[in-house]
């Protein structure tokens, strides 16, 4: 049977121009006896995914004819679902309507008119579980069993038939997979297939949020094999055909407990300035394009840090051994080198496969006090005079990024302190030092001079894009920070350089941070796609990834697509399917990126609210970061846990909530809790299975607040670099 799916949407939609059942599509189609049996499962198929719809007596219609909408559900904390047709309006969804949806899962949704017109969604049918496995809290009660999602956007519990248990006690974190839920006035069933732990086991609340965002945390035996023969790739005419930097002074900086290092530098004066020799650890002569460690890479996107734990994109024998620049080892390499005058313009520029023997590796904290001291460590005799024309290099490079309208968000992280067992000791402020912004100014030249290379020369490529902000969404935050007593104007012509004038306003202010972060929340996410739009953040025409390739893979793919550029063009078979291979591995990287993100936040919380356990009835100075109906939260300086102080503890008066201008107002009092604004509280409770904190209000901040010291004992989560 030659008639595809594509045929018969193409038909119901444009030539019969209305439902038809399947022996009357058959029989206009002119398909013979023989193959209607192929023709009614191809049928079946195309309903099952929602590109046909089954009506009454049998017919069969397109969707969008019907007042139907297929995609994927989003549902909210409070239930309430939205979907987006495809003109791209989004159709809100009742939570009465939502049905048996979850968050994520593909559905069927027939819009519906109320008596005022206003357009409304009823999920007719889930087509396809976003997630079949969920990870929560075993509960044994009187008669059954059941668990509680850790998902808050999961409302209903998961009830356990008893041959389901795997014998779990009474909470234990566990993994359970869905096994029916067709009728939304009864909960859904499931069955547990993994025990992770008791709670309250150090080990298990991260293996928790492995497990939530469906992490891998081994590599199959195919692709360990194959990153164990990397070492015959190592030959001496390989080595020979590159060229040779290893006696050139090149060192690495990283966090001290770090085991991949897939970046080295090297500054020199010349007489016109600066050389700047960024050297990329060459990944892809050990990843071949198609292959298991190459599929494997793909469907992980890159690595994922979680606080004491490392989930990589490529097995250890190459991210920690093959493709790490260790010192006193040659390493194969991707180079940039760029020469600059001594204004910090770039002059010229060169891509070249190198071959580097790393003379030391460095730390950033001692690479500060060197800065700070101006006393090299030891074993840095052949570095100390490099070093010194980096900063120098870094500062001017840095200087000329600002005066562009480069953005430069330094909000603080979040540093978790635990010892051997994964028990936390600490929480504080993660500080950015000089030694981080110099290796940051030194990848962000070396990325933006490979996208500026193949851009000139009109090829196709993976670029690091961040789109203009939304006008509405900045009109929003210039409302805001308006009721903080600053102003931002608005114009639909908005440059980088008018945000940075405006950060620059608040600098050293109490609300730099808060405000820093509200901005940020009010940009579009950077993402990864073959069309360049520049990145506006930055404030760079052209920008990509290429400096992280052994935990980021569009950085493994844009070394590629340098290698396949012969005289300053792709081979013809190759540039034809360049279109759909770049856009599809823009789509998944930018997706696992937003994955890994969500799994590092949610991991941080997790320890956050961990270690506030064990100071309840402590005093924390913090500023109000959310106002809602029923309270506010509080995020607690130099910690970052934040809590909820409930509008019901707060005596002697009654707090209108005023949205518009986000605060809240005593009624008799006339006291107002507003963003931004400085509070002390006190650890009220906090709950360790929903992962929440309260608070109690006490007096504003003293004058100096005392600042917590972290413990000189313990080990420290690695620190993981910005994304740009």
């Not at 891998?216 to 023969?229: G, N, S, Y």
């Not at 856009?583 to 961990?610: D, F």
């Not at 100075?621 to 934040?642: C, K, M, P, Q, T």
Request: charged share 30%; glycine share 6%; net charge positive.
């Amino acid at each position: 049977m030659k008639i595809n799916d594509a045929y018969i949407i193409d038909y119901l939609t444009y030539k019969a121009g209305r439902p038809l059942k399947p022996k009357e599509l058959a029989r206009e189609l002119r398909v013979p006896n023989n193959e209607y049996r192929q023709l009614r499962d191809l049928l079946k198929k195309m309903i099952d995914d929602g590109r046909l719809v089954r009506l009454k007596r049998g017919r069969i219609g397109i969707p969008s004819e019907m007042n139907l909408v297929i995609g994927p559900i989003a549902v909210s904390y409070k239930g309430v679902g939205t979907i987006i047709t495809d003109s791209g309006e989004p159709i809100v969804i009742p939570p009465a309507n939502v049905k048996t949806a979850l968050d994520g899962d593909r559905v069927m949704v027939r819009i519906e008119t109320d008596e005022n017109d206003d357009r409304f969604g009823k999920v007719i049918r889930v087509l396809e579980r976003a997630e079949q496995k969920l990870v929560g809290t075993f509960f044994r009660a009187s008669g059954y069993c059941y668990v509680s999602p850790d998902n808050k956007k999961i409302r209903r519990d998961i009830y356990i038939l008893p041959a389901g248990t795997m014998k779990a006690r009474d909470g234990e974190k566990v993994v359970v997979r869905l096994t029916s839920w067709d009728d939304s006035a009864r909960n859904p069933e499931g069955e547990v297939i993994e025990k992770l732990g008791l709670l309250g086991d150090p080990q298990v609340d991260i293996l928790t949020v492995v497990r939530k965002y469906n992490l891998p945390d081994e590599f199959p035996r195919p692709v360990l094999d194959e990153a164990d023969k990397g070492a015959s790739l190592m030959s001496d005419e390989e080595i020979s055909r590159r060229r040779n930097f290893t006696r050139d002074t090149v060192y690495t900086i990283d966090p001290a407990d770090a085991k991949d290092h897939d970046d080295a530098i090297s500054v020199i004066k010349t007489e016109k300035g600066y050389r700047l020799d960024v050297h990329i650890a060459d990944v892809s002569h050990f990843v071949q394009e198609d292959s298991p460690l190459d599929v494997e890479a793909f469907q992980r996107g890159n690595s994922v840090y979680l606080p004491g734990y490392v989930i990589p994109m490529l097995p250890e024998k190459l991210s920690s051994d093959l493709c790490s620049l260790k010192p006193n080892r040659k390493r194969l390499v991707y180079s940039v080198i760029i020469e600059y005058d001594k204004r910090g313009k770039v002059l010229e520029y060169e891509i070249v496969e190198g071959v580097i023997t790393s003379k030391a590796k460095l730390n950033y904290e001692e690479v500060q006090a060197f800065f700070d001291s101006g006393q090299p460590g030891e074993r840095w005799e052949k570095i100390t005079d490099n070093l010194v024309n980096a900063r120098e290099l870094a500062q001017m490079l840095l200087k000329n990024r600002m005066a562009e309208g480069s953005l430069d968000f330094d909000l603080p992280e979040s540093k978790i302190v635990m010892n051997q067992r994964g028990e936390i000791i600490d929480i504080a402020s993660r500080i950015r030092l000089e030694s981080h912004r110099l290796v940051e100014e030194f990848m962000l030249a070396a990325n933006r001079i490979v996208a500026l290379h193949v851009f000139r020369l009109a090829q196709k490529f993976l670029y690091r894009v961040h789109d203009r902000p939304d006008q509405e969404k900045l009109e929003a935050f210039s409302y805001l920070v308006s009721t903080l007593g600053y102003n931002f104007a608005v114009s639909p012509n908005m440059r980088p350089i008018h945000f940075s004038k405006f950060l620059e306003t608040i600098k050293d202010k109490p609300e730099e941070e808060f405000l820093n972060e509200l901005m940020l929340r009010s940009m579009k996410k950077a993402v990864y796609q073959p069309q360049n739009i520049g990145h506006f953040g930055l404030a760079f025409a052209h920008y990509t990834h290429f400096t992280s390739p052994i935990r980021r893979y569009p950085d493994l793919v844009v070394h590629r697509l340098l290698k396949k550029l012969k005289g300053g063009k792709y081979p013809e078979s190759y540039n034809r399917r360049l279109d759909s291979l770049l856009a599809n591995i823009g789509r998944r990287c930018s997706e696992t990126e937003r994955l890994a993100e969500e799994a590092e936040r949610e991991a941080v919380k997790i320890k956050q609210v961990q270690f506030m356990s064990a100071h309840l009835g402590d005093e924390y100075d913090g500023v109000i970061s959310g106002i809602l109906n029923f309270g506010f939260f509080v995020r607690i300086n130099h910690l970052g846990a934040e809590g909820m102080v409930r509008l019901s503890t707060l005596d002697g008066d009654y707090y209108n909530f005023d949205e518009r201008r986000f605060r809240l107002v005593g009624k008799r009092t006339g006291r107002i809790f507003r963003l931004g604004d400085p509070v002390r509280v006190r650890v009220a409770a906090v709950d360790r299975i929903k992962n929440e904190i309260d608070f109690h209000l006490l007096e504003p901040p003293r004058e100096k607040p005392a600042t917590k010291k972290v413990k000189a004992s313990g080990s420290f989560g690695r620190v993981r670099r910005k994304r740009r």
